[in-house]
């Protein structure tokens, strides 16, 4: 049975996966600000309020989202599965969103709720830009593990020491250096120093 809190979580997070607030994905649905918004959510004699079939329709049409997924949200949320911290790929370079393991920190983070990660400190990016293609694409949500064990062929996310960052595919690792494999044919391969590198990740799962 679909319960109050297992559809307005799906809402949270259809927002959170179009790096919009539950105001925000309101607006660009062209419904009031305020429809998403948790004091909407039960109303002032405590009965639970839902929202309206015509509303969810708009929300999702707004942002390019499936039902498919929306009904992943709804089913991840019945089964309790933990929601992973979600940044947008242009802002990863910048300061104050990682340590300097790799681990997310600060705020300005979304959050989204994918397939369970065995890994509490797991993140999610949300790709920008065609570099990635044809492996992700503008738009796809990755998910980071940063305490997951990497092998080569693995696809990885690494930082350099510059706050560069970058998708490839490990080819190599040593003490020395870090060889990586472009996901896409026209942009080259990388090689780094390892005293070059900040951290680099394992990518457990993708929205595709």
């Known amino acids: 049975m679909l319960t109050h809190d297992q559809i307005w979580?799906?809402?949270?997070?259809l927002a959170a996966r179009a790096g919009l607030s539950p105001s925000g994905l309101a607006k660009r649905a062209g419904l009031d600000p305020t429809t998403f918004n948790k004091s909407k959510r039960v109303t002032a004699d405590g009965r639970?309020?839902?929202?309206?079939?015509?509303?969810?329709?708009?929300?999702?049409?707004?942002?390019g989202i499936g039902v498919e997924t929306f009904v992943q949200f709804i089913e991840s949320s019945a089964r309790g599965m933990q929601s992973v911290p979600l940044l947008g790929f242009?802002?990863?370079?910048?300061?104050g969103y990682f340590d300097d393991g790799g681990f997310p920190v600060g705020k300005g983070w979304d959050e989204v709720g994918p397939p369970s990660v065995n890994d509490e400190h797991a993140y999610a990016l949300?790709?920008?830009?065609?570099?990635?293609k044809p492996t992700y694409r503008d738009g796809d949500v990755i998910?980071?593990?940063?305490?997951?064990p990497i092998r080569r062929g693995d696809r990885v996310v690494v930082?350099?020491?510059e706050g560069e960052v970058l998708v490839k595919e490990l080819?190599?690792?040593?003490?020395?250096?870090?060889?990586l494999q472009s996901l896409n044919p026209a942009h080259p391969d990388r090689t780094?120093?390892?005293?070059?590198?900040?951290?680099?990740?394992?990518?457990?799962?993708?929205?595709?």
Do not use: C, H, N, Y
């Open 171 to 179: 080819r190599r690792r040593t003490q020395k250096v870090i060889e």
């Open 159 to 161: 930082k350099t020491k």
């Open 143 to 148: 998910v980071v593990s940063p305490g997951a």
């Open 192 to 208: 780094f120093s390892t005293a070059d590198v900040e951290w680099i990740a394992r990518i457990v799962w993708a929205s595709q």
């Open 126 to 132: 949300e790709i920008s830009g065609d570099s990635m």
């Open 90 to 95: 242009a802002e990863a370079g910048s300061g």
């Open 9 to 13: 979580t799906a809402l949270d997070r």
């Open 48 to 63: 639970e309020r839902w929202p309206s079939t015509e509303s969810v329709a708009k929300a999702l049409a707004a942002t």
